[in-house]
């Protein structure tokens, strides 16, 4: 089976603050993929980041880094020094042969990042 | 700049409705999708196209049908709209078989009365 999970559903930080997603994966693939997307207040989906499973080097994007483990599971997201443009839900998101190769989402994580 | 657009951004309609929600996307994609975003259960796909007047049920598609005759133009049709059936839609496009990023729309949000 494959499942996504976000267990913070809300998480709340003063600007300026360093703050991580977290999210975990199942499946059974040994090939897969992984995304994050985030949806500000205007609805639209934008997305961010793709990581295949072969590919277990970190990434850093300006304030952005994800933490890609496959010992545990995990595609952590972190935001340096947080910023109220930052405030949105964050959906982490996983594709594989198994669901040919849709897009299964987790539950997602709204972030409110206060001034 | 290319785009995902769905007609409507908010929709009002009554039980037993037939509504038809519209999704056209620019970027020439093969795959086009639906889900339905609802508080604490993500996305949850309904629906998705991999060609042409093809198509394929997702976790949910009791209660929704589809329609594809245009490559550029998926649309969402609720038979007879239930009050459960009250939620934000979104439309997304992707490239080709391989897991390419999907391009979203901006969302429905549908609520039915």
């Known amino acids: 089976a494959q499942k996504v999970t976000q267990a913070q559903t809300e998480i709340s930080v003063v600007e300026k603050e360093d703050v991580t997603l977290d999210c975990v994966y199942e499946?059974?693939?040994?090939?897969?993929?992984l995304f994050w997307y985030k949806q500000p207040p205007s609805g639209e989906l934008v997305f961010l980041i793709r990581r295949n499973s072969f590919d277990e080097q970190n990434e850093i994007s300006g304030r952005y880094s994800w933490n890609f483990q496959k010992s545990t599971s995990s595609f952590n997201f972190t935001i340096t020094a947080s910023q109220v443009v930052d405030s949105a839900v964050y959906f982490c998101a996983l594709s594989n042969q198994g669901s040919s190769y849709k897009l299964i989402f987790g539950s997602g994580t709204r972030l409110l990042v206060r001034p | 700049d290319v785009k995902v657009t769905q007609s409507s951004r908010y929709l009002v309609k009554r039980t037993g409705e037939k509504v038809f929600l519209e999704c056209v996307q620019d970027?020439?994609?093969?795959?086009m999708f639906w889900y339905r975003q609802d508080p604490g259960l993500g996305l949850r796909l309904i629906y998705f196209s991999y060609d042409v007047k093809m198509k394929e049920k997702g976790d949910i598609p009791e209660g929704y049908s589809v329609s594809r005759e245009k490559k550029e133009r998926f649309s969402l049709i609720l038979e007879s709209a239930s009050t459960n059936q009250t939620s934000m839609y979104l439309c997304?496009?992707?490239?080709?078989?391989?897991?390419?990023?999907?391009?979203f729309g901006s969302g429905t949000r549908l609520t039915v009365v």
């Open positions: 997304a496009s992707s490239l080709g078989q391989a897991p390419h990023g999907y391009t």
């Open positions: 970027m020439d994609h093969e795959n």
């Open positions: 499946t059974r693939d040994t090939t897969y993929y």
